[in-house]
């Protein structure tokens, strides 16, 4: 007889589906249960909630069935606290969730406000709701400038061309990927007017440059930066100064290795990680990287360091536009992109391959190929 080994995987986004997956689907080591535990109704493709926000789609939710692998046991709560002394979990309604192994991949989301955002599904329909009901003419703030907040100013110009779109952000669109002129070109084209200054994040008034304040109109959506759950920080393991749980360059976090992190709220210490951004992108990969590592200490065997390099970064611009840039391995960007049309469809692609991959692993197990040598992220 063999013992069973209990691995929960916390967190049910692009990290944690993959890593779920990973394992059940593993040969190698024998009496692996696996559980996902997740609040969601769905599984949802964060990055396609601008489109929600915008009116143009209406859901972004994949049945949890489609994603996972038919061994993952899938559990729909809350974790409120890791016990890594008594190796449990405990959720919202206080029951306890044992653990021999467990692979943290909770996500990451915008700033907490009172504004409309595009944080999950719930504040995106809220958000669609709020733009949908605006009378014509009436002004929509964008507080940021990144990428989130470009692709939320493009979508809802698109689908509401009788708003007044202002985007606002201390030193306009200084972020590599959107700061580039053929992205001002098409948000010139949908009437997106670009202001320096910074918007209160519980009132949604407008400080421009000069000091000077104006009281919000219209709609706010509040897309400046991201923060991460504070789970970690609230169960005692060690955290970045930004609440990201802190790991080693094989995932595993120092001082308690049957823990191991993926995704966006995770900071990967040393060399391999500095590069590394929030996004689907490097999430999929660490999510595969946290499970091959686990299997390779239950196997015996030292686990390897990342090695993850990207390939592009893609914006999409609206009504089949898209802006995609080409970069090295390190994400520093190079001469090559694409625009428009083709931009917009590539764009497309990397969106649907990634559920695609997820789905794929549930019912093919191994088959993300690229983490058998150093992987490319896609955008």
């Known amino acids: 007889m063999f013992e069973m080994v209990n691995v929960v995987v916390v967190g049910g986004g692009y990290a944690g589906v993959m890593a779920a997956n990973r394992l059940a689907g593993s040969s190698a080591v024998r009496g692996l249960e696996v559980t996902s535990v997740d609040p ?9 909630l601008h489109q929600v926000a915008a009116g143009i789609r209406g859901s972004v939710g994949v049945e949890w069935a489609e994603v996972l692998h038919r061994q993952v046991r899938h559990v729909q709560a809350r974790v409120v606290f890791i016990d890594v002394n008594k190796r449990t979990i405990v959720l919202a309604d206080r029951k306890e969730l044992r653990f021999d192994w467990l692979i943290y991949a909770v996500g990451s989301g ?4 009172p504004l409309l955002s595009v944080t999950n599904y719930a504040a995106a329909r809220t958000t669609g709701q709020a733009i949908a009901e605006l009378p014509s003419g009436s002004t929509v703030t964008i507080a940021g400038a990144g990428p989130t907040g470009v692709e939320v100013a493009c979508a809802v110009a698109v689908s509401r061309p009788d708003l007044v779109m202002t985007m606002v952000a201390p030193s306009g669109p200084a972020h590599p990927l959107t700061g580039h002129p053929a992205v001002a070109r098409r948000m010139e084209r949908l009437c997106i007017t670009v202001k320096n200054g910074t918007v209160d994040p519980s009132t949604g008034a407008v400080v421009n440059a000069g000091g000077n304040v104006q009281p919000a109109a219209g709609a706010t959506i509040w897309t400046v930066g991201l923060t991460v ?16 749980l802190l790991v080693d360059e094989t995932l595993s976090v120092p001082g308690h290795e049957r823990i191991l992190g993926a995704g966006d709220a995770v900071a990967v210490q040393g060399a391999a990680g500095g590069h590394l951004r929030a996004s689907c992108a490097s999430a999929i990969p660490l999510g595969a990287h946290a499970a091959g590592s686990l299997l390779a200490r ?3 065997t030292a686990p390897p360091a990342i090695d993850i390099g990207y390939l592009m970064q893609c914006l999409d ?6 802006y995609v840039q080409s970069v090295r391995r390190d994400d520093t960007p190079r001469r090559w992109f694409l625009n428009g049309r083709s931009g917009g469809w590539t764009k497309e692609q990397v969106c649907r391959m990634t559920v695609a991959w997820l789905a794929k692993e549930a019912r093919e197990p191994g088959s993300y190929t690229w983490l058998s040598g150093p992987p490319v992220a896609l955008s």
Do not use: K
């Not at 969601?40 to 396609?48: C, L």
């Not at 789970?231 to 060690?238: E, T």
């Not at 611009?317 to 898209?322: E, I």
């Open 40 to 48: 969601g109704v769905q599984f949802t493709e964060r990055i396609r």
């Open 317 to 322: 611009l609206g009504a089949g536009r898209g």
């Open 110 to 113: 915008e700033q907490a406000t």
């Open 298 to 300: 239950l196997a015996g």
């Open 229 to 244: 759950p504070s789970l970690a920080a609230d169960s005692g393991l060690p955290v970045a100064e930004d609440g990201r």
